[in-house]
């Protein structure tokens, strides 16, 4: 009699081995989607919105789309000058899904902007003016990794003691993407402050193996990106939004938006640049905003979640995420 019981008891045991095994191994091939909670085919988005703190425009704006739900993310460029206001309402209001948009270049002709950091630290990013460059490609020229490392990071600090309790970290005109150095730099602050940073799928391939291999470990790499761009604009505003949502493929997807107010301020900021200005940010919120937009949402069943969720998930001692 004990002998059986001996046997029953290491049938159990193998049993609840094998039980934990495959509960292991399911759980490490859900994708992002069922580690959120929904069907393995969900198309999930995110609605961002770049620039907060370009302008008060910009922010009445964005402050105006997320208590609307025409947005659910965005992120700050530190530098520019209405940074502070745009940091103070997200401190005010926990919950919201705000990152920073990492700033190396300043665009506009008559509006312009230097890094946080002292300039004597981060000369090569400056121009004759101590501004940032114009273009990325006017910055990869001069750029030195170690300048972009303590201006980078200085941004982060910044925000983070500003009281903003971050989401994820991204790139204004993808400037961290100029040089391989940089884009080292963008993943190391990924890991420095365990945040999600932007990076599109699509870009892996470029890499060394060994680094694609580590990349492709990562659950929030966008499995695709939306953006308008001037060559896509059709007499009605709506149809390349439209375009993109219907196309939606399963997976980790980003619309981004550039949103403002069409008023005196910003169309002093954009003078001379019709693509993303004043006009253009104008319609961007008139569309967010819009029942057409909503409802394209809902009849392409689009699931809507935020960085938020994703830097939860990869901080969950539970679910053991090799992430960082």
């Given at each position: 009699?004990?002998?059986?019981?001996?046997?029953?008891?290491?049938?159990?045991?193998?049993?609840?081995?094998?039980?934990?095994?495959?509960?292991?191994?399911?759980?490490?091939?859900?994708?992002?989607?069922?580690?959120?909670?929904?069907?393995?085919?969900?198309?999930?988005?995110?609605?961002?919105?770049?620039?907060?703190?370009?302008?008060?425009?910009?922010?009445?704006?964005?402050?105006?789309?997320?208590?609307?739900?025409?947005?659910?993310?965005?992120?700050?460029?530190?530098?520019?000058?209405?940074?502070?206001?745009?940091?103070?309402?997200?401190?005010?209001?926990?919950?919201?899904?705000?990152?920073v948009h990492l700033t190396m270049t300043a665009e506009w002709d008559l509006y312009k902007w230097g890094g946080v950091t002292s300039s004597d630290q981060i000369s090569s990013l400056l121009d004759k003016n101590g501004d940032?460059?114009?273009?990325?490609?006017?910055?990869?020229?001069?750029?030195?990794?170690?300048?972009?490392?303590?201006?980078?990071?200085?941004?982060?600090?910044?925000?983070?003691?500003?009281?903003?309790?971050?989401?994820?970290?991204?790139?204004?005109?993808?400037?961290?993407?100029?040089?391989?150095?940089?884009?080292?730099?963008?993943?190391s602050l990924s890991d420095e402050y365990h945040l999600p940073i932007l990076f599109p799928r699509a870009y892996v391939s470029s890499f060394p193996p060994d680094v694609a291999t580590a990349l492709n470990s990562k659950i929030?790499?966008?499995?695709?990106?939306?953006?308008?761009?001037?060559?896509?604009?059709?007499?009605?505003?709506?149809?390349?939004?439209?375009?993109?949502?219907?196309?939606?493929?399963?997976?980790?997807?980003?619309?981004?938006?550039?949103?403002?107010?069409?008023?005196?301020?910003?169309?002093?900021?954009?003078?001379?640049?019709?693509?993303?200005?004043?006009?253009?940010?104008?319609?961007?919120?008139?569309?967010?905003?819009?029942?057409?937009?909503?409802?394209?949402?809902?009849t392409n069943h689009i699931i809507l979640v935020t960085w938020r969720q994703i830097r939860d998930l990869m901080i969950d001692p539970d679910l053991k995420l090799s992430s960082f």
């Open positions: 009699m004990k002998s059986i019981n001996l046997k029953v008891k290491k049938i159990i045991l193998v049993f609840i081995s094998l039980l934990i095994t495959l509960s292991i191994n399911s759980q490490d091939n859900k994708n992002l989607a069922e580690l959120l909670g929904y069907p393995r085919n969900s198309k999930l988005l995110i609605i961002h919105a770049d620039d907060m703190g370009l302008a008060h425009s910009v922010n009445t704006a964005c402050i105006k789309a997320f208590e609307n739900k025409g947005i659910n993310s965005g992120s700050i460029m530190v530098p520019c000058p209405w940074a502070p206001e745009i940091a103070s309402y997200v401190k005010d209001h926990p919950g919201l899904d705000v990152g940032f460059y114009p273009t990325v490609e006017e910055l990869g020229m001069v750029v030195k990794a170690e300048d972009a490392r303590i201006e980078l990071k200085s941004q982060i600090d910044k925000a983070i003691a500003s009281g903003v309790q971050l989401t994820h970290i991204d790139t204004h005109m993808g400037s961290v993407l100029a040089s391989p150095d940089l884009i080292k730099i963008y993943l929030f790499l966008l499995d695709h990106l939306f953006m308008l761009e001037p060559q896509m604009i059709t007499d009605n505003w709506s149809d390349a939004y439209k375009d993109g949502i219907e196309g939606m493929v399963p997976g980790l997807n980003q619309m981004i938006v550039h949103i403002a107010f069409d008023n005196d301020e910003m169309q002093a900021i954009c003078k001379g640049h019709d693509d993303y200005g004043s006009a253009w940010r104008q319609n961007d919120l008139d569309y967010v905003l819009s029942s057409e937009f909503k409802d394209l949402l809902i």
